[in-house]
């Protein structure tokens, strides 16, 4: 290994000095728990933002916004304060709708599914488009990549969905002319088609993807649908009612459908689904999101009172169906409406995260649970509604966008927003760029020295005896090692230089710290893929 240098990174101590800044302003260092950036709106230029992503392994903020000016933004994940927009792509501004964004793991994975009209609101052309974050590295205008469209113009409702690595996206839409849905599965790279079947239909409710890429679920009206990667259908089910949302695990082997008053769980053996488990609700009430774990294990309903509008339920439940977690926000009849606006669950289900519109008072619009632990890790009142919420890999970040005003309520602007829970021990504190430096910092208590560690992941983590935790970089010859010292909270600092070398651009790059505490080594839990653009 390389020999440890020891030294001050004068860069750390102007990140500092911002950071203090915004802290004094309400924002929260890269430690602590509370709000860490926002990106507003003002009325020069109103919007509402209406989806959000975590892009690039929670590198980037993937965003579309509705209202007078409809776009896509393109903010970095790490920073501080009031940040600004790397990327803005107003092409999608002439559109009737944005109705959905996706993103993957890899910075060149960014959709959005659009409506355009033709020739009126009324008759629609949906488009799905690509965008790639690094172009813009190589003087190219941030915009679509590739698109495709339907291939018919119809008034109805469209639907998107991405699978884990990001390889495989899928769109349907619904023809109010041909009472049929229009179901498409594309390579991501490419644009390339790869399965398109039209399913006959009075609507579309919902479509989910497993996080494999290779099983489709569809709520078509009254009807739930499930097809393979070629199209062929592995369930058909006629519904009391239509399904309001879906959720997959990542082989599509188990299934949840909400509907009024029951949350339904399928399980696949490997010929059909079968119906495992049905959790009743109230009467009028129905789980209007859904959520389920990469692993199955854990999955969870948002219950809305869709007669009395005013109250929501959260329910959380483990892989034996054992309720785990409940919250219930009981509202006043003819109150505003808290209905859920997003539901998000960790891989290993660990972490919950509920955004909804609130009924504009102090309860939390967002809450971060612990599955099976009651207190919630995290609470946000936000100043109006939660519009949609994406949480990161390690249910520690959480991106919001919001409503200045509640939801019922006449408004035309709206934030994105990013919170932090604390319990990190890495963090980067500004994006990299080229001709910059990376900045990161590593908080570990009684730590005298922090051993940043620079190379790239390896396939799977190692523990070496005698050090606590795990090393998760390859033990490579492209291992860089820098020793930097802690002070007395046992934070230290890393600032690294970034050539001007268009080869550093997206090249794949993470970092560990390796901490001396008490005369041992402590690994960070916490490893950062800092994306050089």
């Known amino acids: 290994m390389h020999a440890i240098r020891v030294r001050l990174a004068l860069p750390a101590l102007l990140l500092a000095s911002l950071a203090a800044s915004a802290q004094s302003q309400g924002f929260v260092g890269p430690f602590e728990k509370g709000l860490r950036w926002t990106h507003s709106a003002n009325l020069t230029t109103p919007w509402i933002p209406s989806c959000v992503e975590f892009a690039a392994r929670g590198e980037l903020v993937w965003v579309c916004t509705e209202g007078a000016n409809r776009h896509l933004l393109l903010l970095d994940g790490t920073g501080t304060g009031v940040v600004q927009p790397t990327e803005v792509d107003e ?137 393979d990667s070629l199209g062929n259908e592995l369930h058909g089910e006629q519904l009391e009612s239509q399904a309001f949302d879906l959720a997959l695990d990542e082989d599509g082997s188990r299934l949840v459908c909400g509907s009024p008053e029951r949350l339904s769980v399928y399980d696949y053996d490997g010929q059909s689904f079968h119906l495992v488990q049905e959790h009743q ?103 109006g509604s939660a519009m949609g919420l994406d949480l990161d890999a390690s249910g520690t970040r959480i991106a919001v966008v919001t409503k200045n005003l509640h939801a019922n309520q006449v408004g035309t602007t709206g934030e994105v927003r990013l919170y932090e829970t604390g319990e990190r021990d890495l963090a980067q504190l500004a994006p990299a760029r080229l001709g910059q430096s990376l900045e990161v910092a590593s908080l570990e208590p009684g730590a005298a020295l922090g051993i940043f560690l620079v190379g790239v992941r390896a396939s799977k983590p190692t523990s070496l005896p005698g050090m606590q935790g795990q090393l998760h970089l390859a033990r490579t010859s492209r291992l860089r090692v820098f020793g930097r010292a802690a002070d007395a909270t046992g934070r230290a600092d890393l600032s690294m230089p970034i050539p001007m070398n268009s080869g550093m651009v997206g090249v794949d790059l993470s970092v560990q710290v390796a901490n001396r505490v008490a005369g041992r080594i402590v690994f960070s839990d916490t490893v950062l893929d800092p994306l050089i653009r």
Not at 96 to 104: D, N, T, Y
Not at 134 to 145: A, E, Y
Not at 298 to 311: E, I, K, L, N, P
């Open 91 to 227: 092409e999608l501004d002439d559109a009737s709708f944005i109705l959905a964004v996706e993103a993957g793991a890899n910075p060149r994975q960014l959709f959005s599914l659009a409506q355009f009209p033709e020739p009126d609101p009324f008759e629609r052309r949906t488009v799905l488009s690509s965008h790639d974050a690094l172009v813009p590295s190589s003087g190219v205008p941030f915009g679509s990549q590739w698109s495709f469209s339907c291939g018919f113009v119809a008034n109805g409702p469209a639907e998107l969905a991405l699978d884990e690595l990001g390889e495989v996206v899928a769109f349907a839409v619904y023809s109010n002319t041909t009472s049929t849905v229009r179901v498409h599965r594309l390579d991501t790279s490419t644009g390339a088609l790869l399965m398109q079947v039209d399913l006959p239909a009075d609507s579309l409710n919902g479509l989910e993807l497993s996080g494999d890429g290779e099983v489709l679920a569809l709520g078509i009206g009254r009807k739930l649908v499930v097809l």
């Open 281 to 383: 609700g109230q009467s009028n009430e129905a789980p209007l999101r859904v959520a389920v774990s990469a692993d199955g294990g854990t999955y969870a309903g948002a219950w809305y009172r869709y007669v009395s509008t005013d109250s929501l339920r959260l329910e959380v439940y483990d892989a034996s169906h054992s309720l785990q977690n409940m919250v219930v926000q009981p509202g006043l009849p003819g109150g505003p409406q808290n209905s859920p606006a997003g539901l998000e669950l960790t891989a290993d289900g660990r972490r919950i995260a509920l955004a909804s519109w609130g009924q504009g008072n102090s309860l939390p619009e967002v809450l971060l649970l612990e599955r099976g632990v009651q207190q919630p890790v995290l609470e946000i009142d936000l100043p």
